[in-house]
């Protein structure tokens, strides 16, 4: 992990000790319901700051969700945790970037801006980016072909998300969801036995 990575871990394995006291004849209930209960949370948290995020950048919830991944909890280790997935900026087509005369238009950080001497292309993947071009051409082993060079980035997700007051408000969300969720499965849990 670099420097700028930041992990949201929600460690739960202290807070049900008192349910798992008082529920004796049932082994490993509470387990059970604290792992999909932190799994839950986990989703959640980051469908609500893909929702705060998008409008702040300007670009879609699916990508943000893309960036970051989710490592669930398993019943042995009840530590579920929320990573972006690399530091890497995405590419301008993902900010709403359309064709304008002389370039691009796009709205990363929240703001339509026009982007001079740009290009959409199809890059080799099949995907479309946004690129600007070095030079009219470039000589390649004898040939004359033309210079696409430098692909164009709007905000780091990853880095939005490391920002600190974005980091509390997803912890403190958590902790909101978390104990609504724990008492939901536990009730599931109690019902099927």
Excluded: C
């Amino acid at each position: 992990m670099g420097d700028w990575q930041v992990v949201i871990e929600f460690d739960v394995s202290a807070d049900f000790r008192e349910v798992e006291r008082m529920i004796d004849g049932l082994p490993g209930v509470v387990e059970k319901a604290a792992n999909r209960a932190l799994n839950k949370t986990a989703s959640h948290v980051l469908s609500q700051a893909a929702k705060r995020m998008a409008p702040q950048i300007g670009i879609k919830q699916s990508a943000i969700k893309r960036s970051v991944r989710i490592k669930r909890s398993i019943v042995k280790r009840l530590i579920a945790s929320l990573t972006p997935q690399s530091i890497r900026a995405v590419n301008l087509i993902e900010y709403k970037a359309r064709k304008i005369k002389g370039g691009v238009s796009a709205a990363a950080w929240g703001k339509r801006k026009a982007y001079k001497k740009t290009f959409i292309i199809k890059a080799k993947n099949g995907k479309r980016i946004v690129v600007s071009r070095k030079s009219l051409a470039v000589r390649v082993k004898g040939k004359w072909k033309a210079g696409w060079s430098n692909t164009i980035y709007g905000p780091s997700i990853p880095l939005q998300f490391a920002k600190d007051a974005f980091t509390a408000s997803m912890k403190a969300d958590a902790k909101k969801v978390w104990a609504k969720n724990f008492n939901q499965q536990l009730k599931f849990y109690l019902d099927k036995a």
